[in-house]
């Protein structure tokens, strides 16, 4: 019976259609891109001068960028070789992809 409970679900599950994810708008991509290039410059500049990152990013009074910055920051710490675009990329995504959704 289990078995049986567990196909109907499955059919359910793929029957269902692929689930459609929220667009992203030009102003969240802009404000993503502004902040994460922004953030990567200084990251980086920091890392060439040896000077601790975490001082020189200048925090913003929003939770979710701030968020971005600290997760770049923390990938800066762990992979301190990241080009700039590669940082920038990377906080690029995490922002488009914790965006809030009233955004």
Do not use: F
């Amino acid at each position: 019976m289990k078995c049986l409970s567990g196909v109907a679900m499955m059919v359910a599950i793929a029957s269902a259609g692929p689930v459609s994810a929220q667009e992203v708008s030009e102003s969240v991509k802009r404000t993503c891109r502004a902040a994460s290039q922004q953030t990567a410059r200084t990251i980086v500049y920091a890392l060439r001068s040896n000077i601790d990152p975490a001082t020189q990013v200048k925090r913003v009074p929003d939770t979710w960028l701030e968020g971005v910055q600290a997760h770049m920051l923390l990938a800066a710490s762990r992979a301190p070789d990241l080009s700039e675009a590669e940082l920038a990329s990377l906080g690029y995504g995490y922002c488009v992809s914790r965006r809030p959704t009233d955004r």
